[in-house]
T-cell receptor, first 114, second 113 residues
Framework: NAGVTQTPKFQVLKTGQSMTLQCAQDMNHNSMYWYRQDPGMGLRLIYY???????DKGEVPNGYNVSRLNKREFSLRLESAAPSQTSVYFC?????????????FGEGSRLTVL | KQEVTQIPAALSVPEGENLVLNCSFTDSAIYNLQWFRQDPGKGLTSLLLIQSSQREQTSGRLNASLDKSSGRSTLYIAASQPGDSATYLC????????????FGAGTQVVVTP
């Protein structure tokens, strides 16, 4: 029972390089999310996808793009990485509806931008 | 804007003592509140989810209460063990922006043998 799987787990980039973080869930959830976690800043939402075919900006979307490839997969792309994007990135998923919405997280992807 | 606060930021207790962790939020218009555990270098693990219509949830040694009117939730961990050492975070799911959960900064707990 894999839950939410993120790849890669670690990545080092140079300023200006691009990369894509991949996320897949096997819980048949409608909603998926990308967060970043930084010391002293807590967890901040980058983008989320309430259902397949929709995406919405979160608190810190600048410098990122997302793709909801299908119901299982939600990717996060950094087009031109900056040192300020050094962080731990978490993907999460939840089911929809008014009386559910329990959030499940992946193990995280540690990104360093030099 | 919904704000979620967890006090204290850090807590150290001897093994066997009960843990009481607090979470407060400013807007009572929430769908649910969720408690998580995070171990160093790991992702967040869901502990308990309390729907807005519920007053408490229990799982093993864990019990979480919710008082929406006062904007508070409390997580109780009975008979703490060294393995309970971790950071505990709470998050609320607002009614007016379902996808945008608000997280507290967490309480770092150390249980000493």
């Amino acid at each position: 029972n894999a839950g939410v799987t993120q790849t890669p787990k670690f990545q080092v980039l140079k300023t200006g390089q691009s990369m894509t973080l991949q996320c897949a869930q096997d819980m048949n959830h409608n909603s998926m999310y990308w967060y970043r976690q930084d010391p002293g800043m807590g967890l901040r939402l980058i983008y989320y996808s309430a259902s397949e075919g929709t995406t919405d900006k979160g608190e810190v979307p600048n410098g990122y793009n997302v793709s909801r490839l299908n119901k299982r997969e939600f990717s996060l792309r950094l087009e031109s990485a900056a040192p300020s994007q050094t962080s731990v990135y978490f993907c999460a998923s939840s089911d929809g509806g008014l009386n559910t919405g329990e959030l499940f997280f992946g193990e995280g992807s540690r990104l360093t931008v030099l | 804007k919904q704000e979620v606060t967890q006090i204290p930021a850090a807590l150290s207790v001897p093994e066997g003592e009960n843990l009481v962790l607090n979470c407060s939020f400013t807007d009572s218009a929430i769908y649910n509140l969720q408690w998580f555990r995070q171990d160093p270098g790991k992702g967040l693990t869901s502990l308990l989810l309390i729907q807005s219509s519920q007053r408490e949830q229990t799982s093993g040694r864990l019990n979480a209460s919710l008082d929406k009117s006062s904007g508070r939730s409390t997580l109780y961990i009975a008979a703490s063990q060294p393995g309970d050492s971790a950071t505990y975070l709470c998050a609320v799911r607002p009614i007016d922006s379902w996808g945008k959960l608000q997280f507290g900064a967490g309480t770092q707990v150390v249980v000493t043998p």
